[in-house]
Structures are given as C-alpha cells and as structure tokens.
C-alpha cells in the first residue's frame, strides 16, 4: 500500500511542514506502508528571509505533474495541517480534491480545525484524526486486518 502525505508548506513553519513527512514516512514504513513524500529530492520551495519563499527548484509543470502521478499510485492520502499553519495551502486543497475525484480516500489531520469545514474538505475527506500517529494506525489497520 501507498500513500501520499499532502499538507502545506508553510514557509513560517517549513522545518514542521517537512518534518512530519519523515517521520510518517518511518512510521508507515513499521507498519509495512510505503509514505509518499512530495517534497521528496529537495522539491520544496526555501524560505528567504522576509517570510516569503523563493522559486521552486522545478518548474511548476514539472511539479504538478510529479504530484499528480504520485497521488495516482496511492491508495490513500494523508493530510497534516499543522497548528499555526496559514490558510494559504492551496495546493493540498487541490491534492484533497485530486484524490476525491479518484476515489482515494482522504485522512486528515487538522488540530486547529483550520480547514476542516472548508466545503471541499468536508466533501473529499473520508476520516479526520486528532494525531498523525492515529491516522498512521488508522492505515495500518485497513491493510492488515
């Protein structure tokens, strides 16, 4: 099983926004689930200075394209919207929307609930967890049981 791990990437809290995929990426793996990370080979976007983020170490096209095929090959998605984060991730919006329109559901960890009664969040997100290790042993369970 795959899945994809989605969620900002804030530049004010780049080191969580990048972090949390590692270590889902580990956990998963204990559990016998290969995690999807998109930032995978550096492709993020860095902070500057002023807060904002410079250029993609990729086209845009090249991305999108990337991120698109990497949902496509999971068979489930997992979102972490950390405490804090801005509500400018629309790019997850657009990965939670991607994978309810191919059927793979969608967990999601939002604390905050900072994005949790967006219409198109209620709509595509199948499970909402309070940690990211629950929906991990939520994964697990659904493949191993």
Do not use: F
Not at 48 to 57: N, S
Not at 98 to 104: K, L
Not at 124 to 140: G, K, P, S
């Amino acid at each position: 099983m795959r899945v994809y791990l989605a969620g900002p990437v804030d530049p004010a809290l780049l080191e969580i926004c990048l972090r949390w995929r590692t270590d889902a990426v580990d956990a998963l793996a204990a559990v016998h689930v290969q995690g999807v990370n998109p930032c995978r080979g550096g492709h993020h976007p860095a902070p500057r200075a002023d807060g904002r983020i410079t250029e993609l170490p990729v086209d845009a096209a090249h991305l999108v394209a990337r991120d698109k095929a990497d949902i496509r090959s999971c068979q489930a998605m997992l979102v972490y919207w950390p405490p804090g984060s801005d509500k400018r991730g629309i790019g997850t919006i657009m990965e939670i929307a991607i994978a309810g329109q191919w059927s793979i559901p969608v967990l999601l960890v939002d604390p905050d609930k900072a994005i949790s009664d967006h219409p198109w969040v209620e709509v595509h997100v199948a499970e909402h967890h309070a940690t990211v290790a629950d929906a991990v042993a939520a994964l697990a369970t659904y493949w191993t049981s």
